[in-house]
Nanobody
Framework: QVQLVESGGGLVQAGGSLRLSCAAS????????MGWFRQAPGKEREFVSA????????YYADSVKGRFIVSRDHAKNTVYLQMNSLKPEDTAVYYCAVKYGLGYSVSAGGYDYWGQGTQVTVSS
């Protein structure tokens, strides 16, 4: 079992920045990739970003590429999502997730554990 707790969401004006954190506890001795997803009202959960166990490989959805940066700190069992140049269309609940095994996935079904989510609202 892995427990994930997201934090750092909030209300920000368009063009602003936020940094989300996802702290993991429990079964953290096994290697796993971490993913970030988001879900806006009335829409399906969509892939945002992922990072490999080593942190050496990162992946981004086209909609956030060049604006968001994912990173991880193994000493703190924490993954971060730095979000810059935020747009109103980035408004959503953001979730982090753990994926055991090789590689990453852009599908929510490919992940094993999820956090409770944190709300990000970008005003125009």
């Amino acid at each position: 079992q892995v427990q994930l707790v997201e934090s750092g969401g909030g209300l920000v004006q368009a063009g602003g920045s936020l940094r989300l954190s996802c702290a993991a506890s429990g079964r953290t001795f096994s290697s796993y990739a971490m993913g970030w997803f988001r879900q806006a009202p009335g829409k399906e959960r969509e892939f945002v970003s992922a990072i490999s166990w080593s942190g050496g490989s990162t992946y981004y959805a086209d909609s956030v590429k060049g604006r968001f940066i994912v990173s991880r700190d193994h000493a703190k069992n924490t993954v971060y999502l730095q979000m810059n140049s935020l747009k109103p269309e980035d408004t959503a609940v953001y979730y982090c997730a753990v994926k055991y095994g090789l590689g990453y996935s852009v599908s929510a079904g490919g992940y094993d554990y999820w956090g409770q989510g944190t709300q990000v609202t970008v005003s125009s």
